[in-house]
């Protein structure tokens, strides 16, 4: 009788342990419902125990979710069409108010989310949308964070993966960037141009005040020109070179003009 008592007693044990025990593992928090109202103390994580047929255990992931927002389509502010997706990155820091004030908080995350990037996108123009996206994420991320606080959910960050634009705007895009190089290298060429005349100009005065200096410059480019065997050399002769010339050659000392009335009278006198 003793012995039929004890395994009674055990069995029972073993049903209460089995009924009783729960394991909350470490990334995890356990929600304790006793007749269905939530107990004040949250489980933490390793060996936990229930009440049999009186408490239900509820376990909520707390790592970081990362989940990924759909592309949407929307209008920027200076109207154009772009399509815009997003990945948003948030925990539960507060596990009663996150199992009890919302029905699915992942869900309640993602319209939310995707609420927003429309939002974010009408109030952008498009520059902003594909050179500012550091002050956009963070502009979506309070967006985002605002309603999920109440939620027991934080935001941990939010960035916008890629920007669609049609297939015309590219091409617009591409036509304009190509100008714009363009214009820079005329500016460029032109700068250039306007550094080359101003050195030509001050080279040209330097060889005014000194002729020979443009002799040695016609010198010199005739032996770069002739360097190359497979061209013709046609040199020129120029007005300065010649007066130069004329003012380094000596002139002849003049004879006087013989008169011809004394010619005549020499001549009549023999």
């Not at 729960?22 to 060996?47: K, N, S």
């Not at 109207?79 to 507060?94: G, L, P, Q, S």
Request: glycine share 4%; hydrophobic share 45%.
């Amino acid at each position: 009788m003793v012995i039929e008592i004890l395994s009674a007693a055990v069995v029972a044990g073993g049903v209460w342990l089995s009924a009783s025990a729960r394991v909350v593992r470490q990334y995890e928090r356990g929600i304790v419902y006793r007749f269905g109202r939530v107990r004040p103390a949250v489980r933490d994580a390793g060996l936990t125990f229930l009440l049999p047929f009186a408490d239900r255990l509820q376990k909520v992931n707390m790592q970081i979710v990362t989940m990924p927002v759909p592309a949407q389509d929307g209008i920027t502010r200076d109207n154009v069409t772009v399509r815009v997706d997003a990945v948003v990155y948030f925990k539960v820091i507060d596990p009663v108010v996150a199992a009890v004030n919302v029905q699915d908080y992942r869900a309640a995350v993602a319209q939310v989310a995707q609420t927003s990037l429309r939002s974010i996108i009408g109030k952008s123009d498009l520059d902003d949308l594909l050179s500012n996206r550091e002050r956009l994420n963070e502009g979506l991320e309070l967006m985002i964070d605002s309603p999920a606080l109440d939620w027991g959910i934080h935001i941990d960050r939010v960035e916008i993966k890629d920007v669609a634009l049609p297939e015309s705007m590219k091409r617009s895009m591409s036509r304009q960037a190509e100008a714009e190089r363009e214009r820079r290298a005329r500016v460029i060429s032109a700068d250039g141009e306007l550094q080359a005349s101003h050195k030509l100009a001050q080279a040209a005065a330097q060889m005014a005040d000194t002729p020979a200096a443009l002799q040695l410059r016609l010198l010199e480019t005739v032996v770069e020109v002739a360097a190359e065997k497979n061209s013709t050399l046609v040199l020129p002769f120029p007005v300065e070179l010649l007066r130069f010339l004329e003012a380094s050659t000596p002139r002849p000392a003049e004879k006087p003009p013989e008169n011809p009335v004394n010619g005549q009278l020499k001549a009549a006198d023999g």
